[in-house]
């Protein structure tokens, strides 16, 4: 059995945190479970654990975590300010967790799986994301272009304003998604169904969608939106 952070280090001083939801949103999101004493735990720690193929739990992460483990698994963890730049986690599994401030930057989390995570002005740029699992999870404040979502399953999620400019979001699997205020330019959106899913109050720009539009079949937009998207099948409007 896996055993928690907390006992590879008796020694440390633990630290109160109660995890809190930063959106309340029309959609139930579940939250993370986060015990309220997170015990800090150093990279050295972390990787300790995983080269012994352990999982990371009950734990309170900060600083640069360049960590090389596919299929890592961490739980009920706090991310602070972590730079995650060069890391190689594809197929990690991160469940309960809060990331903070993070830079994910270039890293490989190609086919890992989010469950009940919190993105708190996150960085993302050109990171791997594609064909990730996400599902119960809040985004605010991120920057994630230019980064690969390409067939990821996002069910139960929240964007707001985040920019996902340039990334490619292709063949995505869209369930109970929402967002606002986030920036959609020059976005890979080719073969992703947005039924149901509310853009009006973002920014869309030179999407990449199929030739028929069928994408936004059945997605709210404003009026200038569709007013653009009317131009772009080829139809003239008359102020």
Known sequence: MPRPARRERKRSKAVAFCCKRVYTGRMKIAS??????????????????????????????????????????FACTRFSACSFTAALLKG??????????????????????????????????????????????????????YANL??????????????????????????NFETDKTRFVRTNFFGTPLKGVDLSSCTLAGLTLSTQLTEIRGATLSR????????????????
């Open 32 to 73: 993370p479970k986060l015990p309220e004493q997170l015990q800090p735990l150093a990279a050295e720690e972390a990787e300790t654990l995983l080269a012994a193929e352990e999982r990371v739990y009950g734990a309170c992460l900060a600083g640069g975590l360049p960590l090389r483990f596919p299929n890592a698994a």
């Open 92 to 145: 990690a599994d991160f469940a309960d967790c809060v990331f903070d401030r993070c830079d994910f930057s270039g890293a490989d989390f190609a086919g890992a799986s989010f469950r009940r995570a919190e993105f708190c002005e996150c960085k993302g740029v050109g990171a791997d994301l594609s064909e990730c699992s996400v599902s119960d999870a809040v985004f605010d404040k991120c920057n994630f272009s």
């Open 150 to 175: 390409s067939h990821a399953k996002l069910r139960d999620v929240r964007a707001a304003s985040c920019d996902f400019s340039y990334a490619d979001l292709d063949g995505c699997a869209l369930r």
């Open 224 to 239: 200038l939106q569709c007013a653009d998207f009317l131009r772009a099948l080829g139809v003239n409007i008359k102020d």
